[in-house]
């Protein structure tokens, strides 16, 4: 599929209007508040178009509106699945996460009492899907990718873990609203042309807490999308969070889950920062 931009931005130009443009220059993805980028038409459905305006970004806003349909992989980190120890299933395990959980980068995630006692972060590479997709080999699947993205798959575990409450569903703990931030941008396929070379730091408060390689996945990601297009459609704008690596509250020793005003930063290779805040709603 064609993709004519290098890393795609969404975001609030000085006049109040939204865009999306091209960021062409890699050092500015650290900083792109103040960035004067190529604006481009069109949308994910219908395409884009690079045209000859140019436009400066106040407010770096979520790279896609809306995502209709979050597929989620789950322990399919060689080192996670050590430290959780837990052994790997045959095929990859997948759940879904709805539309309202998406979230921004630069965000305050809204967190609800109930999802407070033992949050916790997954920084992810998510991947979105390009082209409506179903049946699709392996050899062919990278060429339905529209583009990589940072994600966070923030996990309300004291709903996950205990059998007694969740019957070993993912699903819920990982749902409430804005607990699927992404961001700041979209990277193209000609920008990371081997998605199982990307390094990934994810750090609370500036404090490292993962540090590992897309190269320590189970399922690669064109193994991902071939699976989960078995007899199903993905269709375009779906977006895949493929799974998280060591180094996660829940494993650590003491464990250490995310309270309130948490800050959690994740950074992949050519993908910048999402950078996201943890808000306690009042009880």
Known sequence: MPHPFERLVRFEADDGTTLYGD?????????LVGTSVTVLD???EDGFSKTSR?????????PLPSVHYFICIGLNYKQHAEEASLAIAENPVIFAKPPDALAG????IQIHPVAQSQLDYEGELGVIIGLDAK????????????GYVNSNDVSARNFQMPASVSGGQFSFCKSFDGFAPIGPIIASPKVVPDPQALNLVTKVNGQQRQAS??????WTV????SFASQGTTLRKGTLIMTGTPSGVGLFME????LSNGDVVEISFDELGTLRNTMRFESK
């Open 135 to 146: 049946n699709v080999s392996e050899d062919e699947a990278l060429d339905y990718v529209f």
């Open 105 to 108: 980068p630069d965000d305050s």
């Open 23 to 31: 960021v062409t220059d890699a050092s500015a993805v650290s900083n």
């Open 54 to 62: 140019t436009a400066t970004i106040k407010k770096v806003l979520s």
């Open 213 to 218: 390689s897309t190269g320590d996945m189970i």
């Open 42 to 44: 069109g949308n994910l």
């Open 254 to 257: 003491p464990k250490s889950f």
């Open 222 to 225: 064109k193994q991902l999308i």
